[in-house]
């Protein structure tokens, strides 16, 4: 066993920073929704991007495919109407709000343009 090894538990030297992601209310209201689609079979895949800006939640047709859409959250917005996104596979943005509960409720997926 080599004796120059030693375990650090807490350096008080190096800041962990801290992972921003959906707090549990915000994936419940997102997987509730996903859940719901998958039901009437619009959507059948996801998958979750974290960035040091934004979390998405992308929802796939097929999991081969492009995302249909992506429910963002950003961390740190510009506008407070800039904090949740629903994006094409492109980026661009489709419908934003301050309040996710409020904007997946008063989307119409069907008839979202992309």
């Not at 008080?12 to 998958?38: C, G, S, T, W």
């Not at 081969?64 to 094409?88: Q, W």
Request: charged share 30%; glycine share 2%; aromatic share 10%.
């Amino acid at each position: 066993m080599n004796k120059n090894l030693k375990l650090v538990v807490n350096n008080p030297h190096k800041q962990i920073e801290e992972r921003q992601f959906f707090e549990k209310n915000e994936l419940k209201i997102i997987l509730d929704l996903y859940a719901k689609m998958v039901s009437e079979g619009s959507w059948r895949d996801y998958g979750l991007n974290i960035s040091n800006r934004q979390v998405s939640f992308s929802v796939f047709k097929n999991a081969a495919e492009n995302a249909l859409y992506k429910i963002c959250k950003n961390f740190k917005p510009s506008n407070k109407n800039l904090k949740y996104l629903i994006t094409d596979s492109n980026g661009k943005v489709l419908k934003n709000s301050f309040d996710l509960e409020i904007l997946l409720k008063n989307t119409q997926w069907k008839n979202l343009k992309k």
